[in-house]
């Protein structure tokens, strides 16, 4: 039986973003379904109680009941401390794994540690979740990139004559992101009024190259902040903002925006779920790395409104040329558009809504994007 190794860093310490929770979560079930050996191995930092809001033994509980809700127990492992402690499969349970494993999954970040078991195994492939700034930054640091033998990016652009950044050398493989289409049921309901969304005001990624910023959603909201008010539609979002932003809060407040806390609506994987499947639609902006570089990154988050029949309703980063849109899926360039857009779904919701699970059958689905991935990556 193929078994496949899906490393990450530091995701588990981040309990209150279940959106990044479920990324993992997604390719370890949706292997799994395929009949292969899946393992969720994320490295994680010891914890400083001087400036982390969690201890360890938290965010393993916390993690615990993830797996026991959703049915991967016994299918992680939490290497804590540099390997000090191991959560989930124990130290050779891990090292049995590793020795069968025939793939590396590593889910972005930095390359892996030279010293690493992952350098053992195999075959080993990238998944690249932040294209453009991915690209940027192997400019300007070494990003490890040369330990792997195959590179996947869910920017349908990267490497291609539409996007604005140079990629020397590197084959970029285009993917999408794979929804666990039976984890994401359909639930078509036209009684539900919010369209929403769940985004960080200030994210982490910001960098500039070659004299030109790429940031996080902050100046997009800004861009299109108005679209609630002329659109005659409230958008209910799950921001992570600072409390000290009042000036911003309060424009975003006035303009037809519901702030919500994340840490209450979203805060786990389950909660998280049934915000997006309680919504009518999703309205959401894209980092403005994302919009510069023309990257033709698709969300995650999208991927699981559309499997939920939900319409999604998105800025353009440029990947109409791989996804259908126009039914179901819908890009803006301009306040106008984001308006058009939001009328256009609530006039002929009943057909938008079932076009978007469609297109999450047809595109989404972990079944097609794992099989495609493992198939590319030699497996």
């Not at 979560?25 to 982390?52: C, E, F, K, N």
């Not at 493989?173 to 009024?193: A, F, G, M, Y």
């Not at 992570?240 to 994340?262: A, C, F, K, M, V």
Request: overall charge negative.
């Amino acid at each position: 039986m193929t078994t496949v190794i899906i490393a990450t860093q530091q995701w588990t310490s981040w309990p209150e973003y279940a959106g990044s929770t479920w990324v993992p979560i997604q390719y370890l079930i949706g292997l799994g379904r395929l009949g292969v050996t899946a393992i969720w191995v994320d490295h994680l930092r010891r914890m400083d109680p001087r400036s982390d809001v969690h201890g360890v033994e938290y965010l393993m509980n916390h993690l615990e009941a993830t797996a026991q809700g959703l049915g991967f127990q016994g299918r992680y492992c939490v290497v804590y401390d540099g390997g000090r402690r191991h959560f989930g499969l124990d130290r050779g349970e891990l090292t049995d794994r590793m020795l069968e494993a025939d793939l590396l999954l590593a889910l972005s970040g930095r390359g892996l540690d030279p010293a690493s078991p992952l350098t053992r195994i195999p075959r080993r492939a990238y998944v690249d979740m932040d294209p453009g700034f991915t690209q940027a930054w192997t400019r300007q640091v070494d990003m490890g990139l040369d330990g792997f033998d195959v590179l996947f990016t869910v920017g349908a652009n990267v490497g291609g004559r539409d996007f604005r950044l140079p990629t020397p050398g590197i084959d970029w493989r285009p993917i999408v992101p794979p929804v666990v289409l039976d984890l994401w049921p359909c639930r078509i309901d036209e009684s539900c009024q919010r369209f929403s969304t769940v985004a960080d005001w200030w994210a982490r990624q910001y960098l500039t190259l070659d004299t030109k910023n790429y940031g996080g959603k902050r100046d997009e909201f800004l861009r299109f902040v108005k679209v609630p008010i002329e659109a005659d539609q409230p958008i209910e979002v799950a921001l992570t903002i600072y409390p000290d932003d009042h000036r911003e809060l309060g424009l975003l407040r006035q303009s037809n925006w519901l702030i919500r806390n994340p840490c209450i609506y979203t805060g786990d994987p389950f909660s998280y779920r049934e915000f997006i499947q309680y919504s009518r639609a999703e309205f959401s902006v894209a980092k403005s790395g994302y919009v510069r570089s023309n990257a033709g990154w698709v969300s995650d988050r999208s991927a699981c409104y559309l499997a939920s029949g939900k319409p999604v309703i998105v800025q353009s980063t440029g990947f109409e040329g791989r996804l259908p849109t126009g039914q179901g899926l819908l890009t803006f360039t301009s306040p106008e558009e984001a308006v058009a857009a939001i009328r256009a779904v609530n006039e002929d919701y009943l057909s938008h809504a079932r076009a978007a699970r469609e297109i999450a059958e047809q595109h989404f689905d972990s079944d097609k994007v794992l099989a495609s991935m493992l198939d590319q990556a030699g497996i």
